[in-house]
């Protein structure tokens, strides 16, 4: 059985030093006649920075936070997982390759909360995932090449991978993966990239939440009930 817990492990490995002032210039540099060298150099007053971005965000302009890159390493994730995230644009990933590194042993795999809390199905999870890595061991020793071994290996099978993106697709994915309505594990996974960087630039705080704190309203055909739904 893994011994890795459920929980993601979430790094934040790279980001622009002076991201408001970055981003403030861009804004800046659509209304003003100066350049954007010399807004650069002068952006000191983080308030004033931070009320023209905000105003900025507020009327739809996201292009001035594309600027934005920053770099996470992510592991102890299900296929499952990676699987979503990846379908997520303006974004690169590299993940750990099931081609190139071959498991030994029992690979590593995640547990959902709902099997976990079940004693007894838990305990044919376990069962199961053992027979998987059985016959896994069997096909690569028999010399079966591990890009078609892996054919056996199940999406609760543990990843690991750098994704880097810019500030509005990280918010998009926030909106998206922080509902109620996301599967789980991810909600999890982006909730610490979201905690990684707030880390580090606290005014991303109001702009890193489910998507019904920024609209005002629930827009999913189920709410969860924590905002009324959108009404015509």
Not at 162 to 186: F, G, K, M, P, Y
């Amino acid at each position: 059985m893994s011994e890795n817990t459920n929980k993601p492990i979430v790094k934040l490995i790279s980001k622009p030093e002076n991201m408001l002032r970055t981003i403030y210039t861009a804004c800046r540099t659509c209304y003003s006649a100066d350049s954007p060298i010399n807004i650069y150099d002068k952006a000191e007053d983080n308030e004033k920075m931070l009320k023209l971005i905000s105003r900025v965000i507020s009327s739809g302009h996201y292009s001035t936070i594309e600027h934005i890159q920053v770099s996470f390493a992510i592991s102890n994730v299900s296929r499952a997982c990676t699987h979503q995230l990846v379908r997520h644009r303006h974004a690169s990933f590299s993940q750990k390759s099931q081609r190139y590194v071959k498991e030994k042993g029992q690979f590593d795999y995640l547990t959902p909360p709902t099997i976990e809390k079940n004693q007894e199905l838990k305990i044919k999870y376990d069962e199961f995932m053992g027979k998987i890595s059985e016959f896994y061991t069997l096909l690569t020793e028999s010399g079966i090449p591990a890009e078609d071994a892996r054919f056996v290996l199940p999406n609760a099978t543990s990843s690991s991978m750098v994704v880097s993106l810019n500030l509005r697709e990280l918010i998009h994915i926030a909106n998206l993966r922080l509902c109620t309505r996301a599967q789980d594990e991810i909600r999890l996974l982006v909730r610490l990239m979201c905690k990684e960087l707030i880390n580090e630039e606290p005014w991303l705080k109001p702009y890193l939440v489910p998507k019904c704190e920024r609209l005002g309203y629930c827009d999913e055909d189920k709410s969860c009930g924590r905002m009324a739904t959108r009404t015509n």
